[in-house]
């Protein structure tokens, strides 16, 4: 029975999630499995890998083949890698415990440049997002100025109309402070006739 170490598809449309199995290589791309080794969630960035390394490993010893993708994401994960040494390990080039610290060196500097890369995306976004921030600023301000240029003739009418109305009240004055003043005027010529 040949087994293929491939992704078996979940999720809803548009947004897939897969799980890593080993199968049967003419079951159903979604049918029965032997046995789940990890998930790959590819919606978020960097993709998302949970990974049985051993179980890959023990699948790889007894000639499961990996399809494409899947290999790459043992690969990345250090299935590949384990499963090299292994092979040294049999044929006794070298131990264990050599083994061992070859493969805890090379997950530590894979994530070295895993955390690096996140770093990066979350620099991305971080700038991509001041720059939008600044962007809706200026459109904001340009807003508020186009608002102030509309609302300022209604001002300067107003203005205007204030202004025509104080001169209207003072004129009014005037003229009604004039039969007053005419009067008293009156009163002093004839006071000084007497």
Sequence with gaps: MPVKIRLQRHGKKGKPFYWIVAADARSKRDGKYLDKLGIYNPNVNPAQI????????KWLQNGAQPTDTARAILSYKGAMMKNHLAGGVRKGAFTEEQAEEKFNAWVEEKGKT???????VSEAKDKLKA??????????????AEAEAANAPEVVEEATEETAEAT?????AETEASPIEEAAAEAKAEDKKD
């Design 50 to 57: 949970e990974l049985d390394i051993d179980g890959a490993v």
């Design 131 to 144: 720059e939008a921030l600044v962007a809706e600023k200026a459109v904001n301000e340009k807003r508020a």
């Design 168 to 172: 209207e009240t003072e004129t009014a």
């Design 114 to 120: 895993v955390e690096a890369k996140k770093s990066k």
